[in-house]
Every structure is written in C-alpha cells, then in structure tokens.
C-alpha cells in the first residue's frame, strides 16, 4: 500500500510544479500577416518580371475579410515603402489564404497610371544588375504606409534586364561601329563645301549624329527594362527638331557658296575633328565652341536623367530656346560676309 502511495504522491506534486498550458490565441484580424509569394505559371518555377503575375500568401487572411469594414478592392500593392497606385487584387478574389496582383506599369493618361508609372521608374532606375530584390507589402486604402494593412513584409526578387538584352547591346554596338567606320571612310560628317582640298567634318552634322545615337540608345534601354514603346517626349523631339534645322540650314549656306574659305589643317585624328568642327576661317570661333559645349553638356543631362529616371527629360521651353539661339547664332555666322 505504501509502495503505491508514494508514486502517486511524487506525480501530483510533479504536475503541481508545471506551468498551466498557454491557450492558443486566435490569428490577429486587424492586419494582415505575410507568409509567402511566388510567381506562377503553369510549372510552378518561374521567377518574377515585369507584366508577370505574383501570388502573395497569407496566414489569417481569412479573419482579416471577416472585419466588416475590410475590403479585398483597397489592397495596393507595395514595394519598398511605395504604393504602386492601380496595382489590387486581381480576380478571383477569394478569402483563403492568396491573393494574386498583377506586376503591371500602366500606360493611361488618368493620374492613377502616371503615379504607377513614377512608382516602377523610381523603383528600377539605375539599374545595372539583371535582378533586384524589393521588399512587398500591401496597404488598404491607398496608403503606402504597411501598417495599414501588413504586419510585415516579404522580398521579391524582380528580373530587371530581359534574357535577350545582349542581342540588343550587340546591335546597338554593330550600330555605331558600322557608323564610326562609315564617317571616317565617307563624307557622312563632313560639309559639302572643300577646304584646303577637302571636306572638313561638319559641327552640324556631328550635333546630328550625337543626338540621334544618344536618344536610339535611350529608347532602346528604357523599353529593354520598363517594356515602353512611347517614351519618346516633346522636348526630345524639339530638340532633334532643331539640330535636324541647324544641319539643313548649314548645308543650304555651304551650297550656296557661304562655306568656309580658308582653314589650317592639323595632325590626323581627334585634333584634325576638333579643328574642323571649332575652326572657323582664321580661328576657333566662339559661336562653334558655345554651340559644341551645349550639345555635350545637355547630351550629358540627358544620359543621366534616363539612366536614373527611367524616362526621357522633358526640356523646358527655356532651355529649348537657348539652344535654339545658339544653334541660330552658328547658322548666321555662316552667312556669306557675317564673320568680316
């Protein structure tokens, strides 16, 4: 008897010691909880880019459509702290566990798609590695702020570069070899008047062929990671607009018999271009050298303004007019007689 009461004894003083069992407490239903993504397709393997489909998954998403004033239709998709305006759930809709939302830049002209648009271009400039990684999360109500709606949030690793970028690189490359070759081979560049026996490279001309280089190169880079066919502005095709003018208006002056006369050859190479393109009759002239820098310094802004915006700028009409003006200056000082 004894021999059975002890054990009996130990084992209710055993459970005696042990904390009570903590109750399970029911999934939060104020925001909601992340638990993973992917991007689907019909293997189940792909990785994200842009244009595709990702699947968001949820751990109480089910408690978070039972509060009444919860919404499926508010959720905005974001990444990296921005909203990605026009980017909800996509259909169907259930309240299970996922959500799907749709990796789209929108291309409308309502004030949703521009903030779209503005969103993905500061998201993916200066992009310089085939991927990038955000972190997604997803607000109600059109609020960037996750809290709004997530606990937390998850990475998305998005393809930036498409698969085919070096067929592009190498056409853009084979491109301007073929051109460089042509203009040191061919009168391409060069005015259609002689001096000193030969054709000198044209300052307009060059302007021509630095602009159409730099805004092909553009085009193609901006669509290579956004998918945009129309990134082409107003401003960009002013300013093409008036070297195209400043190319025609030369050639019609050298024609006519306004071209240089006279001009002092340097060494082959770079110095003989840049003495052909500032050289004016006796001298480098100022108008050609304004007009050389400013297509430099402007090409330059440019460059760096798709490379880190995403978009071609939109050069105001005060910047226009000044190259306009320099542009207009080297044509009137091509006139026969303007620089006596």
């Known amino acids: 008897m004894h021999r059975l009461i002890l054990p009996l004894c130990c084992a209710a003083a055993l459970s005696a010691q042990q ?8 999934p939060p239903s104020d925001r909601l909880i992340l638990s993973a993504l992917r991007c689907p397709d019909e293997s189940g393997k792909k990785q994200c880019e842009l244009g595709d489909v990702v699947a968001v998954q949820f751990t109480n998403l ?4 039972g509060v009444a004033d919860h919404d499926l239709k508010t959720l905005t998709l974001i990444l990296d702290g921005r909203l990605m305006a026009g980017l909800h759930p996509i259909a169907p809709m259930p309240c299970d566990n996922e959500l799907r939302f749709e990796l789209n830049r929108l291309d409308d002209s309502d004030d949703v798609s521009k903030a779209n648009r503005d969103a993905w271009n500061a998201l993916l400039g200066r992009a310089h590695a085939d991927w990038k990684t955000f972190k997604l999360s997803v607000g109600a109500d059109g609020s960037a702020n996750s809290k709004a709606a997530c606990y937390n949030s998850i990475d998305l690793k998005v393809r930036i570069f498409p698969a085919y970028q070096w067929v592009v690189y190498l056409f853009l490359l084979a491109l301007l070899t073929a051109f460089l070759l042509l203009a040191a081979r061919s009168d391409i560049l060069k005015d259609a008047s002689t001096v000193n026996d030969r054709r000198p490279f044209s300052l307009a001309r060059c302007q021509m ?25 107003p401003g960009v095709l002013m300013l093409i607009g008036i070297s195209a003018a400043t190319g025609l208006g030369a050639t019609m002056i050298d024609t006519g018999g306004g071209a240089r006369k006279s001009g002092q050859d340097a060494a082959n190479g770079f110095l003989r271009f840049a003495n052909d393109i500032l050289r004016e009759n006796d001298g480098v002239s100022f108008h050609r050298f304004q007009l050389a820098v400013w297509t430099v310094v402007v090409g330059f802004v440019f460059a760096i303004s798709v490379y880190k915006n995403l978009s071609m700028p939109d050069f105001s009409a005060t910047l226009l007019g000044l190259m306009g003006i320099s542009s207009g200056t080297y044509i009137g000082f091509k006139l026969p007689g303007a620089g006596k």
Do not use: R
Request: charged residues 10%; contains cysteine; aromatic residues 22%.
């Open 19 to 26: 904390p009570p069992a903590t109750p399970v407490e029911p």
């Open 62 to 65: 089910k408690e978070w459509c």
């Open 209 to 233: 062929a630095w602009w159409f280089f730099l805004v092909l190169c553009a085009y193609h880079y901006i669509w290579m990671v956004t998918g945009d066919h129309n990134s082409l502005t």
